[in-house]
């Protein structure tokens, strides 16, 4: 036997079911395994590429506002199915479906509460709920926000993280909100009371094309996909090769659709300080 062996390992190979649920998430950028710990005190930002996971309604709110002083408004407004739809799943199958994965009961939270003390409004998509889609109730909890705003001589503040735009399953119902709530911004501006868009990845279709793009600052986190229609459809459109980036924050921020992009972790900083010096 040699004198200097090789030392004996045990291989000990981790299979998937063998890790606790919730202690380990990748990025889902760089692939890297992050500490699920670790990346709730990087704001769910991942630290080696700066990739911003996508927050939760509550979360985000909570982020945001100065600790207990939300208050929702419009809590149990649930949708109906007008259209009684039936797809490879029927509305109210998807309705159920992502009310039990979100804890949530529509895709928009919003309420008042105070920023750095000052009073606001906000509202809040959930990418997570039917992609952020706008259908009836979306539509109308953040028509009824802004009016709230509006009524009280607000400033507002609404984080959008819609994919889905408006939501397909209310058919005409769902486009009819882009009308309302652009016409409720219209009082608010009117009024001269500010409103601050925060796009989130993604924010698409309609939503971009309704309250999302209306805001009197736009401000983006890194990175989010932001646009109309998304690019696959465009590229397969124009038979064209779309350039690097497009419809990414970086790009349209050079190209002058937002005003600003904000990483996550300065972003409760940035809104109050825009609050303070707007209103
Ligand atoms: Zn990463």
């Avoid at 400033?155 to 309302?180: C, D, H, N, T, W």
């Avoid at 009082?187 to 999302?212: D, E, Q, R």
């Avoid at 350039?243 to 904000?262: K, N, T, W």
Wanted: hydrophobic fraction near 40%; charged fraction near 25%.
């Amino acid at each position: 036997m040699a004198l200097f062996g090789k030392p004996k390992y045990t291989i000990v190979r981790l299979k998937k079911k063998d890790i606790p649920d919730g202690l380990w998430a990748k990025c889902e950028s760089c692939s890297v395994a992050l500490y699920n710990k670790t990346l709730e005190e990087n704001f769910r930002v991942c630290p080696k590429c700066n990739y911003h996971f996508t927050l939760g309604a509550y979360e985000r709110i909570n982020s945001l506002l100065d600790k207990d002083t939300f208050s929702e408004f419009d809590k149990d407004m649930l949708s109906a199915d007008p259209l009684e739809f039936k797809g490879p799943k029927t509305y109210a199958d998807k309705l159920s479906q992502d009310m039990h994965a979100t804890g949530l009961k529509e895709a928009a939270v919003t309420g008042e509460g105070s920023l750095d003390g000052k009073k606001i409004i906000i509202a809040v998509t959930d990418s997570r709920f039917i992609m952020g889609s706008m259908g009836s109730v979306v539509g109308e909890k953040i028509t009824r926000a802004i009016e709230a705003a509006t009524k009280n001589k607000l400033p507002i503040i609404i984080v959008s993280g819609s994919g889905g735009g408006a939501r397909m399953y209310e058919g005409m119902f769902s486009l009819m909100q882009m009308a309302k709530t652009s016409a409720a911004l219209y009082y608010h501006h009117k009024a001269k009371l500010p409103y601050i868009s925060v796009l989130t990845n993604p924010t698409m279709a309609g939503v971009m094309a309704s309250f999302a793009g209306l805001g009197d600052i736009i401000i983006a986190e890194p990175r989010a996909l932001i646009g109309f229609t998304g690019p696959r459809v465009i590229e397969q459109t124009i038979r064209q090769k779309l350039p690097a980036g497009f419809q990414r924050s970086e790009f349209v921020l050079e190209h002058g659709l937002i005003d600003m992009i904000v990483h996550r972790k300065n972003l409760k900083l940035t809104l109050g300080q825009l609050v303070e010096y707007l209103s």
